[in-house]
Structures are given as structure tokens and as C-alpha cells.
């Protein structure tokens, strides 16, 4: 058969197949006709069940997508009101903690003047044992004691050297000793220097060498500072050759030449 008649063919056959079935009666379909039909009506068919398989995955892909959401939403909203709490907790321990630290603030601030008033009696105190230490030194209390062969008075130590010599000398001598000739600060002091030292004659540190009249303590004390016992008369220069001092006879001071040979007192601190 050509391929003319084939088509030919084909064309009666669908048309006797529609004329069969608009008159309600069963199509031929024996034959190649029938057999294309009833292909095309099979792929229809796997086409349709697919679409519907698609759908029906699509619909389910839904499905999950919206429980999965739905799950996610909720756990959130499980987290948001965790949050909340925690906030809620966090502000009331922040409260807590706020009214701890103004109590030991008020706690700090109490014992702060406390502190203070503590200070101010210490330093109450302290002023009036500072008020009474010199009592307590005059008393001899605190004193080290002096070297042996030294005589004590209030916080002097004094020594009175055997050996004679020039003003120069005397110094020297006392200064090998960690001392200075004696130095005369008040009245008292003359008065017990006079009692160990009448009638002998001792050099005393004082001297006007340096600028004539203008007498000069060992030790650095200010002359003016200190009462003078000098003998009447004295310190009259004499020959314009005297300018040390030393204790007369009879205790009282007196300018003589420092090249003369005299005895010496020695005076160190005791403390
Ligand atoms: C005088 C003193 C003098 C002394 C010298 C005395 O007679 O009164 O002023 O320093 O002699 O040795
Ligand atoms: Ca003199």
C-alpha cells in the first residue's frame, strides 16, 4: 500500500469512527486505526495520572512546608515568651542588686565618719602625749644612757678631760669623741656646769675668732638666743689678743688668748 492510500485510509476510518460514534454505536477498532487510538489514549491517560501525582506532591510539599512553619512559629513564639521572662527576672534582680549597693553605700558612708571621728580622737590624743613627752624626757626617762665617766644633765652628757690644752686643740679632742666643747643653752645648765667645775678653768665653745664681737656657739646655736654669764667686765679683748671663751674660777665666763693651756669640757647629746 502507498503512502497516498495509507493516509487515505486513515482519514475513512476517523470518520467512520466519528459517524459510529455520533450515532451511539461501538467503533470499529481492529486495525493499524484502532491501534493508534488506543496509544494516544494511553499516553493521555500516564500523562493525566501524572499531573496528578505532581499535584498531589505539590499539595503534601504544602502540607509539610505549612506544619513545618507552623512548628518553627511556635517554637519561636516558646523562645519570645522565655525572653520576656528572663527580661522581667533580669530587671527585678537589677532592682535587687541596685538596693544592696545603696544599703552598702549608706553602710561605707557610716563607717567613713566613723573613721573620721576615730582620726580626729587619735589626733586628740595624740596632741596632748605630745604635749606631755617633754615632761616625760625632763624626767629622764627615755634617755640612752651616757658613756661611762660622762655626767648627765637633761639630755646632755658631759666630760671633763684631765688633759690641757689650746682651744684648738680642745676642740679637736672633742670632736674625736662625737662631741663638742660644751655649750651653755640656759640657766640651768650654768648653774650645774658651775657646781662640777669651780674652781678649775675649762674652755667652753665659744669663740669670737672668726669677726671680733661677734661670739659664736660650737653647735650653731644663735649666741643672741642664749643667756650670758660673762664676769664683770667681760669680754674686754684684752691687748685685742682674746678670742675664746672659758669658764673662770669661779664659773663665770671670761675672753682669753686661745693659744692658752686650759682644761676643756666635752658636750654631746644623750638622745
Ligand atoms: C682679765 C681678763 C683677761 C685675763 C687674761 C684678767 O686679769 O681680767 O680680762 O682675759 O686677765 O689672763
Ligand atoms: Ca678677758
Same mark, same amino acid.
Given at each position: 500500500m502507498s503512502e497516498q492510500n495509507l493516509y487515505e485510509? #486513515?482519514? %475513512?476510518?476517523?470518520?467512520?469512527?466519528?459517524?459510529?460514534?455520533?450515532? =451511539? @454505536? !461501538?467503533? +470499529?477498532?481492529?486495525?493499524?486505526? =484502532?491501534? #493508534?487510538? *488506543?496509544? !494516544?489514549?494511553? +499516553? @493521555? /491517560?500516564?500523562?493525566?495520572?501524572?499531573?496528578?501525582?505532581?499535584?498531589?506532591?505539590?499539595?503534601?510539599?504544602? &502540607?509539610?512546608?505549612? +506544619?513545618?512553619?507552623?512548628?518553627? %512559629?511556635?517554637?519561636?513564639?516558646?523562645?519570645?515568651?522565655?525572653?520576656?521572662?528572663? &527580661?522581667?527576672?533580669?530587671?527585678? $534582680?537589677d532592682s535587687a542588686i541596685y538596693r544592696e549597693m545603696k544599703e552598702l553605700q549608706d553602710k561605707l558612708m557610716m563607717e567613713i565618719s566613723q573613721l573620721k571621728s576615730n582620726v580626729s580622737e587619735v589626733q586628740r590624743a595624740q596632741s596632748i602625749? *605630745?604635749?606631755?613627752?617633754?615632761?616625760?624626757?625632763? $624626767?629622764?626617762?627615755?634617755?640612752?644612757?651616757?658613756?661611762?665617766?660622762? *655626767?648627765?644633765? $637633761? /639630755?646632755?652628757?658631759?666630760?671633763?678631760? #684631765? #688633759?690641757?690644752?689650746?682651744?684648738?686643740?680642745?676642740? @679637736?679632742?672633742?670632736?674625736?669623741? =662625737?662631741?663638742?666643747?660644751?655649750?651653755? $643653752?640656759?640657766?640651768?645648765? @650654768? &648653774?650645774? &656646769?658651775?657646781?662640777?667645775? +669651780?674652781?678649775?678653768?675649762?674652755?667652753i665653745g665659744l669663740s669670737d675668732s672668726a669677726k671680733e664681737r661677734h661670739w659664736q656657739w660650737e653647735d650653731g646655736t644663735e649666741y643672741d638666743s642664749t643667756p650670758h654669764f660673762w664676769a664683770s667686765g667681760e669680754p674686754n679683748d684684752a691687748f685685742n689678743n682674746e678670742d675664746c671663751a672659758h669658764l673662770d674660777d669661779k664659773g663665770q665666763w671670761n675672753d682669753i688668748n686661745c693659744s692658752t693651756k686650759l682644761n676643756w669640757i666635752c658636750e654631746k647629746n644623750s638622745v
Open positions: 485510509n #486513515s482519514e %475513512y476510518q476517523l470518520k467512520e469512527y466519528k459517524q459510529r460514534r455520533t450515532n =451511539g @454505536q !461501538k467503533p +470499529v477498532e481492529d486495525g493499524a486505526a =484502532g491501534t #493508534s487510538i *488506543a496509544k !494516544k489514549k494511553k +499516553v @493521555q /491517560q500516564i500523562i493525566f495520572g501524572l499531573l496528578v501525582l505532581s499535584l498531589l506532591f505539590s499539595l503534601l510539599c504544602l &502540607i509539610i512546608g505549612t +506544619v513545618k512553619n507552623s512548628m518553627i %512559629y511556635s517554637e519561636m513564639k516558646e523562645q519570645q515568651h522565655k525572653l520576656m521572662m528572663e &527580661i522581667s527576672q533580669f530587671k527585678s $534582680n602625749l *605630745a604635749s606631755k613627752l617633754p615632761k616625760l624626757k625632763m $624626767n629622764n626617762h627615755f634617755w640612752t644612757p651616757c658613756p661611762k665617766n660622762w *655626767a648627765r644633765f $637633761n /639630755q646632755s652628757c658631759y666630760y671633763f678631760p #684631765s #688633759s690641757s690644752g689650746n682651744w684648738h686643740f680642745a676642740k @679637736q679632742e672633742c670632736s674625736m669623741l =662625737g662631741s663638742h666643747l660644751l655649750v651653755i $643653752n640656759n640657766n640651768a645648765e @650654768q &648653774i650645774f &656646769i658651775k657646781k662640777l667645775s +669651780v674652781p678649775k678653768m675649762y674652755w
